[in-house]
């Protein structure tokens, strides 16, 4: 069993920066891959960024590419989604996800474990 709690959401302005970063309480927290997803809204949850074990590989929407860089430090059991150049259609719930499989994936039915997500709200 993996618990992921996220942490660092809040308010800022347009043109800010934040970071949210997602804790892991798994014994091993290295073979996994982490993604983040959000879900604004009235819209369907979507995926941001994903990080392979080992961080060499990572994938990002078109959305945040540029923006938004996700990093992992496995000594700690911690990924971090650093947002910067904010945009109000940033604001949304956002869900760290752990996938056993070590894939980078894009798709959150491939993430087994997910966070309870932290709002990220930016102001135009």
């Known amino acids: 069993q993996v618990q992921l709690v996220e942490s660092g959401g809040g308010l800022v302005q347009a043109g800010g920066s934040l970071r949210v970063s997602c804790a892991a309480s798994?014994?091993?927290?290295?073979?996994?891959?982490m993604g983040w997803f959000r879900q604004a809204p009235g819209k369907e949850r979507e995926f941001v960024a994903a990080?392979?074990?080992?961080?060499?590989?990572?994938s990002y929407a078109d959305s945040v590419k540029g923006r938004f860089t996700l990093s992992r430090d496995n000594a700690k059991n911690t990924v971090y989604l650093q947002m910067n150049s904010l945009k109000s259609e940033d604001t949304a719930v956002y869900y760290c996800?752990?996938?056993?499989?070590?894939?980078?994936?894009?798709?959150?039915?491939?993430?087994?474990?997910w966070g309870q997500g932290t709002q990220v709200t930016v102001s135009s």
């Open positions: 996800a752990a996938d056993l499989s070590t894939v980078v994936r894009r798709l959150a039915t491939g993430y087994d474990y």
């Open positions: 798994a014994r091993t927290f290295s073979p996994f891959t």
């Open positions: 990080i392979d074990w080992s961080g060499r590989s990572t």
